[in-house]
């Protein structure tokens, strides 16, 4: 008699969670974009948040979550380009593939992965806020709500960042269709002054950054800018699923 | 414990794999034979749940493989493609650690198992060597390795022993044998004598299409030539002689030739039975029997025959 039992989905996606973070510490890559992401805000910190002439702190804070916002939505995509392009390049997806994962697990597995290797970064650069927090006047809660905003915003690019990943097998044309996706939607805003009626509001809502970081950045969070942000997360969540299990049916 | 019905695999508009019926018992070794493009590979990865078939049905201990719950079924097969799926990264410890975890392997007894595993196919000296470092040989035996740490019911196999040395081969055919002590094995390759050498039995296929299913022997005897042996035969030329007719009378054998060589007699003969009951007929014709193998020519015939358009 068999002594084989059902294993647990939870344990399958704590696995490759776990074994996707050991990858992004103890390969250069992941050093590689946190180092840059450190840079990138630092530099954009100084030199455009901080600015050369006095400023309010509150105005300072949010300049700082715009600009990181960007380095935050850049890492997204480069810590996820890699998630299924490289273990189909490598030819290890088969691994995942004929376990007991469904199709939806190995993908939540990865993006989330992805998250916590991304909040870890996010979190390296708590310093910043720190600073202004010391010598100036601003709340916690706007701390709070700029860095809910950047790890919404993130989420968002990583879920874009991993459905290029599964579309492609090259990791760099992987973060090209990301890159692609993200500035499109990044740039609807623009597209929506030039669409009138409730078509060019439809528009304007999809805009990845315009009016939902926004309120972030000020310090404000409302419940449909959280929504949004986990619909677009969840949307490209589906159809990454989807392109992975669309592989069983045509090779 | 396997079955397959009707099952039917198409690339747009071309059929890869066409009506294949299949019935496979447990701890059975099974070969898939074909000239390239044939459809093994896509009716390999059909059965390990890699590839949704276009139409047909699939049960593994009678679960449905294409079902709504395909995850429940693919855990108890495990699957070695073509390219073996490793980690480069990490030591082969580790990464037959995570793959029985990944199956669901009790993580209390993963330790133990990764230990059997490492015994059963040899990788004992290299557990704790990162796999980028094994050679080709020890990879192929890390991708078996990886296909039975979770105990699977079945073990699907592409290519096993495609780029192996002659050594290396006859390792591998014996850890594909010792296989089958716990497991149901099925196999592709375009190694003949591998095939014919490690397997129960054949399932030739041609065109996407089920032409023939048997062993050697059954096969040969099929397509009415009977399988070619060659014996080596120790004792007098008349009592070698005398032997011979008497399997020839007795229909154990169709035909015979023989040569004197090195103090002994080469023989070849065409088998009407199986070749053990011919090797305990020169037994008790008082021969001494130093050997008795299939023809090699013979088989690549009979896969020529059975492949050809």
Known sequence: MSTRVKPSAFSGVKLIVKRELGQYLSTWAGYVIAAAMLLLSGLLFNVFALGSSPRYSADVLSDYFFYTSGTTIT???LLSMRLIAEERAAGTLPLLTTSSLTDGQIIIAKYFSALASLALFLLLTIYMPAL??????????????GYLGLLLIGSSSIAIGLFGSTVVKSQLVAAIVAGVITVVMLSLWMTARVVEGPLGDVVGYLALHDKHFRPFMDGNVSTSNVVFYLSVTAFFLVLSRNVLEGRRWRA | MIRTESLTKFYGTRCAVRDLSVSIADHEIVGFLGLNGAGKTTALRMLAGLLAPSSGKIEVEGRDLGGEH???????????PDRPPLYDDMTVRGYLAFAAQLRGFDEAKVPRRVDEVLELTSLGQYADE?????????????????????????????????GLDPVQILEMRKLIRDLKAQHTVLLSSHN?????????????????????????????????????????LVGGGEAVEAALAKAKAANLISAYGKEQKDGAWQVQATLQTGPEVLAKACIEGGLGLRRLQPLATELESLFLELTKA
């Open chain 2, 130 to 162: 990162v796999i980028s470092h094994l050679s080709h040989g020890y990879r192929q035996r890390a991708g078996i390795a990886q296909a039975v740490i979770h105990d699977p019911a079945l073990v699907i196999l592409d290519e096993p022993t495609s």
């Open chain 1, 75 to 77: 890492a997204g995509i």
């Open chain 1, 132 to 145: 202004v927090l010391y010598s100036g006047k601003i709340s916690l809660g706007h701390v709070f709500a």
């Open chain 2, 192 to 232: 003949l004598p591998e095939i014919s050498q490690t397997c129960d039995r054949l399932l030739v296929i041609r065109d996407g299409q089920l032409v023939a299913t048997g062993s050697e022997a059954d096969l040969s005897h099929k397509l009415g030539s009977g399988a070619k042996v060659e014996l080596e």
């Open chain 2, 70 to 80: 395909a995850e429940d079924v693919r855990w108890r097969i495990g699957f070695l």
